[in-house]
């Protein structure tokens, strides 16, 4: 049904995308002996996360078991008494990457079920960096457009380095990288990952890894074999799970039905966007796969498709950057986000974005890069 505005003008019904949709409390199976079970989480521009139960004789072994929360955790023990099983029958759980509606119920469930956590070796929690959002920024303002009532706007989901991000770095401390102020996400999520954190302190305890991954490595989940594919990108300890034989991938937040992961110029990595690359070309090259299995969003069948999508988003927009450095000459990250982003995304959150793509346009060589007597990095073709 569509709604009107004020003068009584019809106006299109509000539109989500299907990763903003609330968590629905039916748990379905989504490919043989493998459940799909929605935990609510209330993050900007995500309404779920999906937490896998891949079920063998011996209970379940639990994929991304969602926020810390109460809330969270009741939703978890609900959609697990549907399918028959009980906290203390999950065994196993695997955790695709450090962020916290990912890992943060893995403590709670371990405890009570005595079991093991599957992680990739590299895996932090990553509280001493700078808050990382889930979802890139554009799609951060189109879950705004949604919540407001908003139609969305047709674009918007296209939307070596100089001091590379180390653990223990502060960026509340000194200048960023590009001599930009520290990145700061908007209100809304300070204030919940403020929460977060406070929940992370008081009621969660942190996950120990009983058995480090690494890509390559073969696991038994489900009474059946998972290859570990690791894919930096989004984060450094990101790992996807393939099971050729009966044609799931377990795609974590790497590839996404709808909307593109956050990639942050912060990182370990000094091109986390070729990093990203790299990891959907792996991705993209893997065979039997029928059935994709994200963390947020419905289930999808063409993974290579998706992943040369998102690429293909990524390679305008690097078009885009060259473009405006043309256009406008010697200029600094802020300056060039500027041009790239509209107004309402400016910020330090779409400069880090900003920042990931010009420098890995600097390391192909394409752009120069240097610093002013001010300390800015100053960006030119």
Not at 180 to 193: C, H, L, T, V
Not at 221 to 231: A, K, M, S
Not at 232 to 245: F, Q
Request: aromatic share 6%; with cysteine.
């Amino acid at each position: 049904m569509d709604q009107t505005d004020s003068s009584g003008k019809a106006t299109p019904k509000k539109k989500k995308r299907q990763e903003q949709e609330s968590a629905q409390e039916e748990v379905t199976e989504v490919a043989d002996d493998v459940l799909r079970m929605q935990l609510p989480i209330n993050m900007p521009g995500l309404g779920h996360v999906n937490c896998y139960a891949l079920i063998d004789n011996d209970g379940a072994a639990l994929v991304d078991p969602g926020l810390p929360s109460d809330s969270s955790f009741k939703a978890l023990e609900d959609r697990l008494r549907q399918a028959g099983l009980k906290v203390e029958d999950c065994h196993t759980v695997v955790v695709t990457h450090s962020h916290p509606d990912h890992f943060g119920g893995a403590s709670r469930v371990l405890e009570r079920s005595n079991g093991r956590m599957i992680a990739h070796h590299s895996f932090h929690l990553g509280m001493r960096g700078p808050e990382k959002p889930e979802v890139a920024v554009d799609d951060l303002h189109t879950h705004e457009h949604a919540e407001n009532g908003e139609s969305i706007p047709e674009d918007s989901a296209r939307a070596e380095a100089h001091k590379p991000f180390t653990p223990g770095y502060s960026f509340s401390r000194g200048p960023t990288p590009w001599g930009g102020q520290a990145p700061r996400p908007p209100f809304k999520m300070r204030m919940k990952y403020g929460l977060l954190r406070l929940l992370g302190r008081t009621f969660m305890k942190i996950p120990t890894i009983t058995d480090p991954a690494i890509g390559g490595d073969v696991i038994r989940l489900g009474g059946r074999e998972f290859f570990v594919v690791h894919t930096p990108g989004h984060t450094e300890d990101h790992i996807c799970l393939h099971d050729p034989e009966n044609g799931v991938f377990l795609a974590g937040d790497h590839v996404l039905p709808s909307i593109t992961p956050h990639i942050s110029g912060l990182s370990v990595d000094p091109d986390p966007l070729q990093a990203f690359f790299d990891s959907l070309d792996t991705a993209a090259a893997l065979e039997h796969i029928e059935t994709v299995l994200p963390a947020h969003g419905h289930p999808f069948p063409d993974l290579a498709a998706r992943c040369n999508s998102i690429k293909e988003h990524h390679h305008e927009r690097l078009g885009k950057v060259k473009e405006i450095g043309r256009e406008i000459g010697p200029a600094t990250v802020n300056a060039i986000m500027q041009h790239l982003f509209r107004e309402r995304s400016w910020g330090s959150m779409a400069e880090s974005e900003t920042y990931a793509h010009l420098e890995h346009l600097r390391l192909l060589g394409d752009i120069d890069g240097h610093n002013d007597d001010k300390g800015q990095l100053i960006y030119e073709m």
